[in-house]
């Protein structure tokens, strides 16, 4: 479930991208970046998690 709201914050940012600047280079640059952004959290929490699990 995470990869696919990954996956649809990232198409989000492209086109946000997109209509902000009208070039696919700019959608391709704020589809990554969302992209990047959502993995490094999701990362983040996944840890978080195992952390809070190993503690009980």
Not at 8 to 25: E, S
Not at 37 to 45: H, L, Q
Request: glycine residues 10%; without cysteine.
């Amino acid at each position: 479930m995470v990869v696919w709201e990954t996956l649809v914050m990232a198409a989000i940012g492209a086109v946000l991208g997109y209509m902000a600047f009208g070039t696919y280079w700019h959608g391709a640059l704020f589809g990554f970046l969302a992209f990047a952004i959502m993995a490094t959290g999701n990362r983040v929490v996944h840890e978080m998690e195992q952390e809070r699990l190993k503690r009980r």
